[in-house]
DNA sequence: TTGTTTATGTGTGAAAATTACGCAAATTAT
DNA sequence: ATAATTTGCGTAATTTTCACACATAAACAA
């Protein structure tokens, strides 16, 4: 792979990066890979690299996500594509910028890869390049996204309860709900299916188990919706 | 400039293209740019170009928008990369497109340059590479810009008539509203200004001018808002 | 000129959606 | 045991959306 390319002009180098979100009890949060060379050694930075000349960028996007954090077959997603001319002090790069969202529960064991960690959203670290920036795009872009799809699941384990998805959403849009209202708007979507988990008992403390409906959800996506928040 | 640049690993070149948007009684078109040499000799393109090392994407598109069509001080807008590896038989090609909303009625005399013409919406010649996709791409994004932007402002000239808006809403949203609730709507957003043309009449076949408020719309985007159709 | 058609502005009641809110039951904490 | 918290359910009040008719002047047709 490695040799000599030669071309008639300049050429900037292509990268792509990765925003992880992922969603706990502790509200949202962000997977942050350390540097550990020059330049913004110590710093933190979202996985990406140097995109093949056989790729295209969610690929590149999805290969790098997974050699550095093994995470795989999650929702990957463009937003935006940053080319500051002196964002990278090693040279002219233009990086196309994704995020990924996935179920933090079923990924607990998967960062041992490197020195890969989750950061709450409110405690973000130094962060290398011109990632901060990238960031609060990345942001900007998943609260208006979930306006009209429902990614808000992408984050949520298989099974959840109405309080967990309702503190996801006041997460994201840093917001607060009434309880009844969020569960009635919710469920009047018609894409939330109830799991049987044995247990009976209603208006109680123990919540009611859900999990998200695919099908319904196309359904309803093909006769044209938005999500009211 | 030309000369010869040396890599290690080889590198996808770095384009910028931009979907021109304008409006008038026609409805919504886009400014195409036919080509004279191959590959896709005798399609339409959109304006774009190679990025050069001392300027951002944004930059380069504005660039490019001025010298093949004369435009300047128009909305340009970043809305997508596209990265497929085949997208340009000459080679590895990246591109970053933006669209740009132009005030159509005060460009009528500025696209002497070139074979530069206007194609309605929903008559679009061949395009060139993957333009076509590119451009659904860009209609989408128009399409739901609007709900958070009132981008349609860009589009008409700075005094418009109601039902002019309401066109142009119709024409991006490709849906039809009631005349009545339309301008309620509108009104109560409190970012129209009524321009006095001197004619007092009302309630007439003779419309009332309006002029957009860019005072209140900021002071009404920091609150934080939607606009809702 | 005259009559006809078309585009525009205005307001109101009905329907729908949103919002606010109280209570009872079971789990959890003390 | 007792108290506090979490959850589910339903309804009344409010707000917003929607559908709709008429009067006026300009444009058009004869």
């Excluded at 140097?50 to 795989?72: H, I, N, P, S, V």
């Excluded at 890969?116 to 962060?127: R, V």
């Excluded at 309702?166 to 009635?184: G, H, P, T």
């Amino acid at each position: 792979m490695k040799g000599t390319y030669t071309y008639e002009y300049p050429r900037p180098s292509v990268t792509t990066d990765c925003v992880i979100f992922g969603f706990d009890a502790e509200g949202l949060s962000v997977l942050l890979i350390e540097r550990g060379i020059e330049p913004f050694k110590g710093c933190w930075a979202f996985p990406g690299g140097f995109m093949q000349m056989d790729e295209d960028a969610e690929t590149c996007a999805r290969r790098e996500l997974e050699e550095e954090t093994g995470l795989k077959d999650v929702h990957v997603e463009q937003f935006g594509t940053f080319s500051d001319v002196n964002r990278d002090p090693r040279g002219r790069t233009v990086t196309i910028a994704h995020f990924a969202l996935v179920k933090k529960a079923q990924v607990k064991g998967a960062d041992d890869a490197a020195q890969a960690k989750w950061f709450p959203i409110g405690s973000i670290p130094p962060l290398a390049f011109d990632h901060d920036r990238i960031l609060r795009v990345a942001l900007k872009a998943l609260r208006e996204k979930i306006h009209f799809e429902p990614v808000g699941f992408e984050l949520l384990p298989q099974v959840f309860t109405m309080p967990q998805l309702q503190d996801l959403y006041e997460s994201i849009l840093e917001v607060k709900f009434d309880r009844r209202n969020f569960a009635n708007k919710m469920l009047k979507l018609g894409i939330l299916t109830e799991v049987d988990d044995g247990t009976i008992r209603r208006g109680t403390r123990n919540p009611i188990k859900y999990s998200f409906n695919p099908e319904s959800y196309s359904q309803m996506k093909a006769k044209g919706f938005r999500l009211e928040f």
